[in-house]
């Protein structure tokens, strides 16, 4: 369903891939004609501006309505596959970010070849490593709507972003672009274990533009510092719809 032919790369301080366009163009315009009703989601705990449709929150209605959409059920197909995982991580090791995964995609005969080894060299096998996806609709509203810094979640490992407006759905000028950010307060410069920093501690390298059809493919580390700053129109009900693709390690 991804494209990978028009991408740009930064590597600092943190591997990120924008995508554009990220998807076929009737594909993608299916999925935005398809996006789940307002009235699905709820909020993210004590942010009414942020709203979630997820395996964590409205999990009935999420599964409800992955029934009963074809297209989005075919996404939902899609994203929990190996087949997928590995299409994200090859994506990223042929533009030069090589994972230490290799291990969650082994065969059995490998596998049990590789735990051979450590039984002869007198240590215990450590488990295989395991991934999972998961992904979830995600709104932010216009009005208020922000994603303070943050590095991410220690268990996961990459991240996938996808806008799902259409043309006449959004104005740039309204802010809702994802922010590259490093720290400038030293204390925050490893922040493996997702603390949120305060805005006046960190610095935007770059804004990458909320616009349709992008897909923003980053990786988490101790400085994956990441933000979308507050947006201010009033009273207005416009939408920052997107999708959030997690691939996380499955412990």
């Excluded at 770059?206 to 009033?234: G, I």
């Amino acid at each position: 369903m991804l494209r990978f032919e028009n991408v740009r790369m930064r590597y600092e301080p943190y591997p990120l891939a924008v995508i554009r366009p990220a998807m076929e163009a009737s594909q993608y315009a299916e999925l935005v004609a398809n996006f789940p009703d307002i009235a699905l989601f709820e909020p993210l705990g004590k942010y009414p501006f942020k709203l979630s449709l997820s395996e964590k929150f409205a999990r009935r209605n999420y599964e409800r309505f992955l029934r009963e959409n074809a297209a989005w059920g075919r996404v939902h197909a899609w994203v929990k596959s190996e087949a997928f995982i590995r299409s994200i991580v090859e994506f990223l090791r042929a533009n030069h970010v090589d994972l230490p995964l290799d291990q969650a995609f082994e065969d059995w005969p490998t596998r049990l070849k590789r735990q051979g080894k450590s039984l002869l060299r007198g240590r215990l096998p450590q488990p295989a490593m395991r991934l999972r996806s998961r992904f979830e609709f995600s709104v932010l509203k216009a009005d208020g709507g922000e994603v303070a810094p943050h590095t991410d979640a220690e268990r996961k490992v990459i991240t996938i972003v996808m806008s799902m407006i259409g043309p006449d759905d959004w104005r740039e000028e309204i802010g809702g672009g994802l922010d590259v950010n490093r720290a400038i307060d030293p204390r925050y410069a490893y922040n493996w274990k997702n603390r949120v920093i305060p805005w006046e501690s960190i610095e935007v390298l770059e804004t990458v533009p909320f616009v349709p059809n992008q897909c923003m493919v980053f990786v988490k580390t101790f400085n994956s510092l990441h933000s979308v700053q507050r947006m201010t129109e009033t009273g207005s009900d416009l939408l920052r719809k997107t999708i959030t693709i997690v691939i996380e390690r499955d412990e």
